[in-house]
T-cell receptor, first 111, second 116 residues
Framework: TQLLEQSPQFLSIQEGENLTVYCNSS?????LQWYRQEPGEGPVLLVT?????EVKKLKRLTFQFGDARKDSSLHITAAQPGDTGLYLC???????????FGEGTQLTVNP | DSGVTQTPKHLITATGQRVTLRCSPR?????VYWYQQSLDQGLQFLIQ???????AKGNILERFSAQQFPDLHSELNLSSLELGDSALYFC???????????????FGPGTRLTVL
């Protein structure tokens, strides 16, 4: 089983600050996905990155897939309280469609 | 709303008991996945079904079993329950595309199981 390490585990910042969440593995994934999960709900897909070196932007969120397809990062600029939630990275294994999830980053943005 | 439904939303039971969790995938999706989310282990893949057949198995205990029916809904059966089985159980569905790298999984709202 391929493993994903996500950091930091907890992040508490003030509104307007920037932040980066990292997702690292020693294994190659066919693609990397980022999810956001609210309390009492299932994870919701934010983005899928497929190509090594790929960068995708979703408003204030920037997602990057490492050149070797082993790591990824999520950067949020000018964070807002509405960004508060659990952010999960998940790798799609090269041998199939199962997802391997990182431990998650609990982000709190204080007004 | 992801289009994936799960019932029940909450389940409280005692150790040693057996429960069944139900999942209805999004219309048109052929693949169903089950995940367990606990505080100490995060989201763990349990098992995947595609069009009624088991396709992949993860960290699923022998006390747990699942199946996918002809109408594509799925059930996860948990037996001889232990305190440590208390967790959120999520079902996800996808179209089951051949290109698995872009086959998006849509998650249901989950079933919170509490074993007392």
């Amino acid at each position: 089983t391929q493993l994903l390490e996500q950091s930091p585990q907890f992040l508490s910042i003030q509104e307007g600050e920037n932040l980066t969440v990292y997702c690292n593995s020693s294994s190659v994934f066919s693609s990397l996905q980022w999810y956001r999960q609210e309390p009492g709900e299932g994870p919701v897909l934010l983005v899928t990155v497929v190509t090594g070196g790929e960068v995708k932007k979703l408003k204030r969120l920037t997602f990057q897939f490492g050149d070797a397809r082993k790591d990824s990062s999520l950067h949020i600029t000018a964070a807002q309280p509405g960004d508060t939630g659990l952010y999960l990275c998940a790798g799609v294994e090269t041998s199939g469609s199962r997802l391997t999830f990182g431990e998650g980053t609990q982000l709190t943005v204080n007004p | 709303d992801s289009g994936v439904t799960q019932t029940p939303k909450h389940l409280i039971t005692a150790t040693g008991q057996r429960v069944t969790l139900r999942c209805s995938p999004r219309s048109g999706d052929l693949s169903v996945y089950w995940y367990q989310q606990s505080l100490d282990q995060g989201l763990q893949f349990l098992i995947q079904y595609y069009n009624g057949e088991e396709r992949a198995k993860g960290n699923i205990l022998e006390r747990f079993s699942a199946q996918q029916f002809p109408d594509l809904h799925s059930e996860l059966n948990l037996s001889s329950l232990e305190l440590g089985d208390s967790a959120l159980y999520f079902c996800a569905s996808s179209s089951g595309l051949a290109d698995t790298s872009t086959d998006t999984q849509y998650f249901g709202p989950g079933t919170r199981l509490t074993v007392l």
